[in-house]
Nanobody, 115 residues
């Protein structure tokens, strides 16, 4: 199982970014996917999740209405569209799945929200 995140960067408050996570090594369309984040000095937290078909999603309360998780099963990719970004969204963002009974994580992509 391999997960590779991309799309992070420096953005001003109120700006937008779209994160991507390219998956390989497993049957992507069969498994739920999640985005987590970890800010310096804080625990890793679940930001958003999506089921295998993309028909059901869930979000951390603080990102509801600003972030959207989606997936393209033909491209083996999950996305996180982040709008109205705030400084408190600054963190390393990780993609995660649980395939074959084991949690697998990407290496993360850094999002910094600052003026």
């Amino acid at each position: 199982v391999q997960l590779v995140e991309s799309g992070g960067g420096l953005v001003q408050p109120g700006g937008s970014l779209r994160l991507s996570c390219a998956a390989s090594g497993f049957t992507f369309s069969l498994y739920p996917m999640s985005w987590y984040r970890q800010a310096p000095g804080k625990e890793r937290e679940l930001v958003a999740g999506i089921n295998s078909s993309g028909g059901s999603t869930n979000y951390l309360d603080s990102v509801k209405g600003r972030f959207t998780i989606s997936r393209d099963n033909a491209k083996n990719t999950v996305y996180l569209q982040m709008n109205s970004l705030k400084p408190e969204d600054t963190a390393m963002y990780y993609c995660k799945t649980r395939a074959y009974g084991m949690d697998s994580w990407g290496k993360g992509t850094l999002v910094t929200v600052s003026s």
